[in-house]
């Protein structure tokens, strides 16, 4: 390696012999932003090969991003975020306990007074939240301005259970509200996946309540837990159903379930369209009555519809969004757009879109007044209109980042349903969490600016929230404000960026490199990569503080090494203050190969 980088970038410290005919390249746009469908030798010039703790500007140039900076510290048994009415909020069980100015405290307790263990989803309607929680058991139970939802609490909403499938659908759905769990059922089989890295034990339990004793709960390891890899076992649901039986399953000493098995599906998202709250359950779509989020088994406009039945892969539903005034109801495998009316009789599908969906309901968000951006499988994806139709078409504005959200969400295992996203007010960027990661979708189509940056704190961010148009992300116990109180707080983390080989589309011409001029704002690092075939092998050639542009003489960063292409790399000083990459000018002298 050492000899290799010899040989082809000599000491840029040797004096140079002045060139003639020296030629330049110049990349002044970075508006395709971080790119991994090709290779870094292929890329095309004005992407990224990596853009860490950056974010793409109106006019393409890099930036570092802004800090994740603390603002408040939670006590325990507190759950979630949400801004309403112009204030944060978080949640918990317990009474208040005291948290800081500035948060408010809804407690939302069980009527069996079981304890808090998660929150599902909060959503503002009519200035008020709609709050869903998880307790003890994995029990999950609705509220409207903190009290109980009647309708949801007695489980007449989704209807009673009534098979060892729809047992297994419930099961899937309460193990689902703890973050270290991620789990779905096919028949009677729950399939239950955890974190990479990560073992659990695992047992269930059934229990006679009715008149035939052969009820079972079988557990089975599918997968073991290693490097990377998360642990998968399964629980088959047997025997005779029966209303009275009992089952639990019990993770990592967590129990869920245990009470009769009656209880009808619970809904986990809440979204509201044209004066109603909707929700979804196992296969079903709710809707509340008109202007009343508490009334949903009675009361003018209250609807169920069986999704399963209008579209194959809808067993299972798993999101909300709003669409050009159309309601999106995700399954992870199928969209289906509807129509909602005052009158349910009006309700209609107005398209089907089949092997494509989300897992992770908190990555649905509205983008601008006519795209919906969400996670699936395969990356990230929205929905847009496509020209001259009126028809729903997939599009890839997650492509060029596909290789790394389809690595991230293997490596997130069972979390990757719980990764969640936000819209930045001021700038309109989609920032996308998953695991410890945050994706930026940057999108100025007036400066031909669309692409992605990554930020990269190490934070297990579980919340976004806005307030004020600043943007809010919790973390464990912490509540973290991005940009700090002055909204002019930078990275602390040193800010990356390394550039594809750069050829001048001169991929055959032996060159002689000359040197480099940057437009720049604040410190950045400046390293060389001159062997294609070892574009790690990297020299440093500068440690600039300014612009290097108006050399007579030629560029102010002289380079001496001789390839094909070269490739750029500017680390940043992560000092809390600004930097800036506008333009890079690479000096070269065409050589024969010879």
Not at 118 to 145: C, D, E, L, R, S
Not at 400 to 406: E, F, K, R, T, Y
Not at 468 to 489: H, M, S, W
Not at 497 to 520: N, Y
């Amino acid at each position: 390696r050492a000899a290799r980088v010899a040989a082809r970038l000599k000491s840029s410290s040797l004096p140079r012999e002045p060139e003639a005919d020296v030629s330049y390249f110049v990349v002044e746009n970075f508006g395709h932003g971080l790119d991994r469908r090709k290779h870094i030798l292929s890329l095309p010039p004005g992407s990224l090969y990596v853009g860490r703790n950056v974010n793409i500007n109106r006019g393409g140039e890099i930036e570092t991003c802004k800090d994740f900076v603390l603002k408040y510290t939670l006590p325990a048994n507190t759950f979630g975020m949400i801004a309403a009415a112009g204030q944060l909020y978080a949640f918990g069980s317990v009474p208040d306990p005291g948290l800081p100015a500035g948060i408010q405290y809804q407690r939302l307790q069980h009527p069996s007074g079981l304890a808090m263990t998660a929150m599902v989803w909060a959503y503002p309607i009519k200035g008020k939240i709609y709050a869903i929680a998880a307790f003890q058991g994995g029990f999950i139970t609705h509220f409207y301005n903190g009290s109980v939802v009647a309708d949801w609490q007695t489980g007449a909403v989704g209807g009673a259970i009534t098979s060892n499938a729809d047992l297994a659908g419930r099961f899937a759905t309460i193990i689902n509200t703890d973050p270290r769990f991620s789990a779905t059922s096919s028949g009677t089989v729950v399939t239950i996946v955890g974190l990479p890295n990560a073992a659990f034990t695992i047992s269930a339990n059934a229990v006679n309540g009715g008149a035939t004793d052969d009820q079972t709960a079988t557990v089975a390891l599918v997968q073991a837990a290693a490097a990377g890899v998360p642990q998968i076992s399964t629980v088959t649901i047997g025997g005779t159903f029966e209303a009275a039986d009992t089952f639990s399953i019990v993770l990592a000493g967590t129990a869920f379930g245990g009470a009769p098995s009656t209880q009808g599906e619970q809904g986990t998202v809440i979204i509201a369209l044209k004066g109603k709250a909707h929700s979804v359950a196992g296969p079903n779509l709710f809707g509340s009555a008109i202007d009343d989020p508490t009334e949903w088994n009675a009361g003018t406009g209250s609807f169920v519809i069986d999704m399963s039945s209008q579209a194959e892969g809808a067993e299972r539903l798993t999101a909300l969004g709003i669409f050009q005034n159309l309601l999106a109801i995700f399954a992870r495998n199928t969209i289906q757009l509807w129509a909602m009316d005052a009158d349910p009789a009006n309700n209609a599908v107005r398209q089907v879109l089949q092997n494509i969906g989300t897992m992770a309901p908190k990555t649905v968000k509205a983008f601008g007044d006519q795209d919906v951006f969400f996670l699936s499988d395969t990356g990230l994806r929205s929905l847009k209109t496509r020209l001259n139709s009126d028809t729903a078409a997939m599009s890839d504005i997650g492509s060029p980042v596909d290789p790394l959200i389809i690595a991230a969400i293997a490596a997130a295992g069972g979390g990757a349903s719980k990764a969640i996203g936000a819209i930045d007010p001021v700038d309109g960027r989609y920032l996308l969490h998953i695991g410890t990661v945050t994706y930026a979708f940057s999108f100025f189509p007036n400066g031909k600016v669309a692409g992605w940056s990554t930020y990269e704190f190490d934070l297990p961010i579980t919340d976004f929230a806005i307030v004020g148009q600043r943007v809010y992300a919790r973390a464990g116990d912490v509540i973290y404000l991005i940009g700090g109180d002055n909204n002019a707080v930078y990275t602390q983390r040193a800010p990356f960026v390394k550039l594809p080989f750069l050829s001048a589309r001169q991929i055959s011409t032996w060159k002689h490199f000359t040197g480099i001029d940057v437009i720049v704002d604040g410190e950045w690092t400046i390293k060389v990569a001159t062997d294609p075939n070892d574009p790690d092998v990297e020299e440093e050639v500068a440690h600039v503080t300014q612009s290097s542009v108006g050399n007579e003489e030629g560029p102010a960063i002289p380079v001496n090494g001789e390839s094909e292409m070269v490739s750029l790399s500017f680390t940043g000083e992560g000092d809390g203050t600004y930097a800036r990459l506008s333009t890079v000018v690479v000096h070269y002298e065409p050589r024969d190969a010879a």
